[in-house]
């Protein structure tokens, strides 16, 4: 559900995880969620992202090799 007058309002849930596949191991995650109707905040700010944030993974370009 998404609130365009306030879009930290936003809600969400994936019932079959983000690929769709039932081979994946994170296929079933939401599905908890899903059946008692919750939903999982879906943040757009920056403000909102940065204060919900537990972890961060810093990604660096690797040499290139030929």
């Known amino acids: 559900m998404v609130d365009v007058g306030n879009w930290d309002n ?6 079959p995880g983000e690929a769709g ?5 994170h296929y079933r995650d939401l599905v908890s969620m899903w059946l008692k109707g919750e939903y999982f905040p879906l943040l ?9 944030t537990e ?8 040499t290139q090799t030929k």
């Open 21 to 25: 596949d039932p081979d994946s191991r």
């Open 55 to 62: 972890s961060r993974i810093h990604l660096v370009p690797g």
């Open 10 to 15: 936003s809600r969400a849930v994936n019932l």
């Open 44 to 52: 757009y700010s920056r403000a909102a992202v940065e204060a919900a």
